[in-house]
């Protein structure tokens, strides 16, 4: 798709060179694209350090030539405008993407970004917008249309802890850093999790507060924002089913991390109970004061100007109507079913709700409205002026144990659903002609914690005159061994066969140690890989790398790493980075949840099942990486996410006896160990 829209304009440039289009494919490098960008995102309190880049941000003129954008200019005039009558959040402000008016801003400039036809116009206006706006509506609007502009298709974006360390790093460590800076001493800050060993939450601090964990949920919502609309460029595929399965596996992944360290799962949020865990973030805005903190049992309350809790629990009711129905109803008063495999996908864009939503005005935006609603408890009449709470960013939302109670709350939701949806039949997940033999697991299965170093740089208050210094934290991380799967598969079909496979663990036993039933278990599976395959005549033996996962993503190169790489390309090399394009995925080094020392028990599942059926597109077998098709296209995978585990089970021996489905026990470990930093 983006592929297309390249050709499409070097076609054109070529065709009629005096409408000023560039021939953007030939003429900009990626070295030079990924230059520029690593730029504009560097140091965004102070100035941009680029000669280049400085020259455009302080002449270029954004309405100059019109015919550079595909709107003819639109959407610069309406910026513009807003701009020179003052409308603006001024400069050295926090910046919320769930404050209605900061969202227009950015949203503005998004709009400028991506309708721009060439690369020149496009960074022009990303070096004259980012002298000009709110430093955090500028990060955001870039981002967003580095993702899914195709003049960017190349670009990897910088880690956003080293972009806007403030979100992502605890204030003592902040401070150290201004410290480190004044007094021109380099430095090596260590991070800790929030709070004491009197919590019992701080133990699975190491999943909420992850610096990776909260890029990827941050930069999922970037991929899928609820405000897309199609105009802007394309469709999002799946996107409202998609919503759902991110926030599944982020929900089950903390259980199962949960369950790891002597805990319960975690237990849904009620509007009519108190909320039990408080949280104090430690995390300081770089503009605006600290993070607003919220006691143990507070009553939910009102929150003025953004909803009553009766509000939200009339839209819950309706939601949960429209499930018993089976339908829902749009804006003109027509049923839509979803009884189906498709169902999920209205729902998810009713919930969170999404621009996609069929009808807002009914169905309302349960997960936006209530992420809002427990973000403003430490202060929900306004009375005391305090900035945004960790919930009002994806980058910081999943370090309150709070979000996880919420999340639970819409899960069951969406659980209440695909319960109503008729099980799998035996037939239905029958592949003729392939039996999995044997499936096994080479290597032990063991995690272990590491120091994991990242750039304060960008933290401290700078200016031309004074020299940076090094200074940077390091904070522990959760990895794992290399671990294979190994599959022994038959195919019985006397001709080659496609096939999707698909891997899946959930914990054998809850806190008390009472086994889950395959039921309960399925709901709870953590997806660990689904790929392609082609199975000759006969027996077939696949081994699957750990590292190899669909489902999961390198760590983000640095900044330092990304400046390096692009100078060295401009010289004429590559850049290397083409596995780092997509940052969807979770971190590879959470692929596993941590265990304990005695071997945490898991369920491990695989299902073999019919390629040609589950393929969406062509040439599956060749990409192995679908999972990061991301926002572009169309979604390779047929069927719903999570199948064949996506349905209740009344009955376990459809599975016990399926031929394509293999179920055996494993245990994984943790030994204490964790490797310091040197």
Same mark, same amino acid.
């Given at each position: 798709?983006?592929?297309?829209?390249?050709?499409?304009? +070097?076609a054109?440039?070529?065709?009629?060179?005096?409408?000023?289009?560039?021939?953007?494919?030939?003429?900009?490098?990626?070295? =030079?694209? =990924?230059?520029?960008?690593?730029?504009?995102?560097?140091?965004?309190?102070g100035?941009?350090?680029?000669?280049?880049?400085?020259?455009?941000?302080?002449?270029?003129?954004?309405?100059?030539?019109?015919?550079?954008?595909?709107?003819?200019?639109?959407?610069?005039h309406?910026?513009?405008?807003?701009?020179?009558?003052?409308?603006? /959040?001024?400069?050295?402000?926090?910046?919320?993407?769930?404050?209605?008016?900061?969202?227009h801003?950015? &949203?503005?400039?998004? #709009?400028?970004?991506?309708?721009?036809? #060439?690369?020149?116009?496009?960074?022009?206006?990303?070096?004259?917008?980012?002298?000009?706006?709110?430093?955090?509506?500028?990060?955001?609007?870039?981002?967003?249309? %580095?993702?899914?502009?195709?003049?960017?298709?190349?670009?990897? /974006?910088?880690?956003?802890?080293?972009?806007?360390?403030?979100?992502?790093?605890?204030?003592?460590?902040i401070?150290?850093?201004?410290r480190?800076?004044?007094?021109?001493?380099?430095?090596? @800050?260590?991070?800790?999790? $929030?709070?004491?060993?009197?919590?019992p939450?701080?133990?699975?601090?190491?999943?909420?507060?992850?610096?990776?964990?909260? $890029?990827?949920?941050?930069?999922?919502?970037?991929?899928?924002?609820?405000?897309?609309?199609?105009?802007?460029?394309?469709?999002?595929?799946?996107?409202?089913?998609?919503?759902?399965?991110?926030?599944?596996?982020?929900?089950?992944?903390?259980?199962?991390?949960r369950?790891?360290?002597? &805990?319960?799962p975690?237990?849904?949020?009620?509007?009519?109970?108190?909320?039990?865990?408080?949280?104090?973030?430690?995390?300081?805005?770089?503009?605006?004061?600290?993070?607003?903190?919220?006691?143990?049992? %507070?009553?939910?309350?009102?929150?003025?100007?953004?909803?009553?809790?009766?509000?939200? &629990?009339?839209?819950?009711?309706?939601i949960?109507?429209?499930i018993?129905?089976?339908?829902?109803?749009?804006?003109?008063?027509?049923?839509? #079913?979803?009884?189906?495999?498709?169902?999920i996908?209205?729902?998810?864009?009713i919930?969170?709700?999404?621009?996609?939503?069929?009808?807002? =005005?009914?169905?309302?935006?349960l997960?936006?409205?209530?992420?809002?609603?427990?973000?403003?408890?430490?202060?929900?009449?306004g009375?005391?002026? &305090?900035?945004?709470?960790?919930?009002?960013?994806?980058e910081?939302?999943?370090?309150?144990?709070?979000? @996880?109670? /919420?999340?639970?709350?819409?899960?069951?939701?969406?659980?209440?659903?695909?319960?109503?949806?008729?099980?799998?039949?035996?037939?239905?997940?029958?592949?003729?002609?392939?039996?999995?033999?044997?499936?096994?697991?080479?290597?032990?299965?063991?995690?272990?914690?590491?120091?994991?170093?990242?750039?304060?740089?960008?933290?401290? #208050?700078?200016?031309?005159?004074?020299?940076?210094?090094?200074?940077?934290?390091? +904070?522990?991380?959760?990895?794992?061994?290399?671990?294979?799967?190994?599959?022994?598969?038959?195919?019985?079909?006397?001709?080659?066969?496609?096939?999707?496979?698909?891997?899946?663990?959930?914990?054998?036993?809850?806190?008390?140690?009472?086994?889950?039933?395959?039921?309960?278990?399925?709901?709870?599976?953590?997806?660990?890989?689904?790929?392609?395959?082609?199975?000759?005549?006969?027996?077939?033996?696949?081994?699957?790398k750990?590292?190899?996962?669909?489902?999961?993503?390198?760590?983000?190169?640095?900044?330092?790493?990304?400046?390096?790489?692009?100078?060295?390309?401009?010289g004429?090399?590559?850049?290397?980075?083409?596995?780092?394009?997509?940052?969807?995925?979770?971190?590879?080094?959470?692929? /596993?949840?941590?265990?304990?020392?005695?071997?945490?028990?898991?369920?491990?599942?695989?299902?073999?099942?019919?390629?040609?059926?589950?393929?969406?597109?062509?040439?599956?077998?060749?990409?192995?990486?679908?999972?990061?098709?991301?926002?572009?296209?169309?979604?390779?995978?047929?069927?719903?996410?999570?199948?064949?585990?996506?349905?209740?089970?009344?009955?376990?021996?459809?599975?016990?006896?399926?031929?394509?489905?293999?179920?055996? =026990?494993?245990?994984?470990?943790?030994h204490?160990?964790?490797?310091?930093?040197?």
């Amino acid at each position: 798709m983006k592929v297309l829209v390249v050709l499409a304009f +070097v076609a054109i440039a070529a065709a009629w060179p005096n409408l000023g289009f560039q021939a953007d494919a030939a003429d900009v490098s990626d070295a =030079q694209k =990924q230059h520029d960008i690593n730029f504009l995102l560097h140091k965004i309190y102070g100035e941009i350090r680029d000669p280049n880049l400085k020259g455009k941000a302080d002449s270029f003129d954004p309405e100059a030539d019109l015919s550079h954008y595909s709107d003819n200019g639109e959407a610069v005039h309406k910026l513009i405008r807003d701009l020179k009558d003052h409308r603006l /959040l001024e400069q050295n402000h926090w910046f919320s993407l769930f404050n209605p008016r900061q969202r227009h801003e950015a &949203l503005m400039l998004f #709009d400028v970004l991506i309708r721009c036809k #060439d690369w020149d116009t496009f960074v022009s206006n990303a070096a004259y917008f980012r002298q000009r706006m709110n430093e955090g509506e500028f990060v955001y609007a870039l981002y967003v249309a %580095v993702i899914h502009s195709p003049l960017a298709e190349h670009v990897v /974006l910088p880690p956003l802890y080293e972009v806007t360390p403030h979100l992502f790093t605890n204030s003592e460590v902040i401070e150290a850093a201004y410290r480190a800076k004044q007094t021109q001493t380099p430095g090596k @800050f260590q991070s800790s999790f $929030t709070g004491t060993k009197k919590n019992p939450e701080q133990r699975v601090a190491y999943f909420g507060e992850d610096i990776g964990m909260n $890029t990827h949920h941050v930069t999922w919502h970037m991929e899928f924002p609820f405000w897309w609309q199609d105009e802007y460029s394309h469709h999002l595929d799946r996107k409202g089913e998609n919503f759902f399965w991110v926030h599944h596996q982020l929900t089950v992944r903390f259980d199962a991390e949960r369950l790891s360290n002597y &805990l319960d799962p975690v237990g849904e949020l009620h509007w009519g109970k108190p909320i039990v865990q408080g949280f104090a973030p430690h995390t300081t805005y770089k503009y605006g004061g600290q993070f607003p903190s919220r006691p143990d049992n %507070v009553d939910f309350e009102d929150v003025d100007g953004v909803a009553r809790i009766r509000d939200l &629990l009339i839209v819950e009711s309706r939601i949960r109507d429209a499930i018993a129905h089976g339908y829902i109803v749009d804006k003109q008063g027509n049923r839509i #079913d979803i009884m189906n495999e498709r169902g999920i996908d209205i729902l998810g864009d009713i919930i969170e709700s999404s621009m996609y939503s069929p009808n807002v =005005q009914y169905y309302g935006a349960l997960h936006n409205t209530a992420h809002i609603v427990l973000g403003r408890q430490a202060d929900p009449h306004g009375k005391y002026a &305090l900035p945004p709470g960790v919930l009002e960013h994806f980058e910081t939302a999943t370090r309150d144990p709070s979000f @996880f109670r /919420l999340h639970k709350y819409m899960d069951n939701i969406f659980k209440e659903h695909k319960d109503s949806l008729p099980p799998y039949s035996k037939e239905e997940l029958t592949f003729t002609g392939v039996n999995v033999e044997n499936l096994s697991v080479d290597g032990e299965l063991e995690t272990f914690f590491e120091d994991y170093e990242y750039s304060l740089i960008n933290a401290v #208050d700078d200016t031309e005159e004074i020299a940076d210094v090094e200074i940077s934290t390091y +904070v522990p991380r959760l990895n794992h061994k290399d671990f294979a799967y190994n599959i022994e598969v038959t195919n019985n079909n006397g001709k080659e066969v496609l096939t999707t496979v698909r891997i899946f663990a959930w914990p054998h036993r809850d806190n008390n140690g009472i086994e889950y039933t395959f039921d309960e278990g399925r709901w709870n599976a953590i997806e660990l890989d689904k790929f392609w395959v082609k199975l000759s005549p006969g027996s077939n033996h696949i081994v699957r790398k750990s590292s190899e996962s669909a489902v999961t993503v390198p760590d983000v190169p640095s900044f330092d790493t990304l400046f390096k790489k692009a100078e060295a390309a401009l010289g004429g090399g590559d850049a290397g980075l083409t596995e780092f394009e997509s940052a969807t995925g979770i971190p590879n080094r959470f692929l /596993l949840p941590k265990g304990n020392e005695q071997g945490l028990e898991f369920d491990l599942v695989v299902a073999v099942t019919d390629g040609e059926a589950d393929a969406a597109v062509e040439g599956l077998h060749d990409n192995t990486d679908f999972i990061h098709y991301g926002s572009h296209g169309k979604y390779p995978d047929n069927r719903p996410h999570g199948y064949p585990l996506d349905r209740k089970v009344p009955d376990d021996r459809v599975f016990e006896d399926l031929p394509n489905f293999k179920h055996i =026990q494993v245990k994984v470990f943790n030994h204490g160990e964790h490797i310091h930093h040197h």
